[in-house]
């Protein structure tokens, strides 16, 4: 059964730090891309930050010298961590992985919450 169960939210002042953890289970994770998504009430889906299995990154230009994807292909985990957080970056984060032939997986979700 695949899982993608991810932790690490919460609120925080502007300007402070979080750490998303994606834990997955279930499938091959060494061989899927995961992706990192956030959607707030009302508004579309946005890519937040996206690593292949290899290790290449991207970034949504909102978030670019902020916020660092990594991944651990032996433990099954991936990482979001979220520096200088703006009230902007408050909503739902959701950990996704997708591969080749493969259906996206979705976990669900972690509410991020920056606020003074």
């Known amino acids: 059964q695949v899982q993608l169960v991810e932790s690490g939210g919460g609120l925080v002042q502007p300007g402070g730090s979080l750490r998303l953890s994606c834990a997955a289970s279930?499938?091959?994770?060494?061989?899927?891309?995961i992706t990192w998504y956030r959607q707030a009430p009302r508004k579309e889906r946005e890519l937040v930050a996206a690593i292949t299995g290899g290790g290449n990154t991207n970034y949504a230009d909102s978030v670019k010298g902020r916020f660092t994807i990594s991944r651990d292909n032996v433990k099954s985990t991936a990482s979001l961590q979220m520096m200088s957080l703006k009230p902007d970056d408050t909503t739902v984060y959701y950990c996704?992985?997708?591969?080749?032939?493969?259906?996206?997986?979705w976990g669900q979700g972690t509410q991020v919450t920056v606020s003074s």
């Open positions: 279930g499938f091959t994770f060494s061989t899927y891309d």
């Open positions: 996704s992985a997708k591969a080749i032939l493969r259906p996206r997986h």
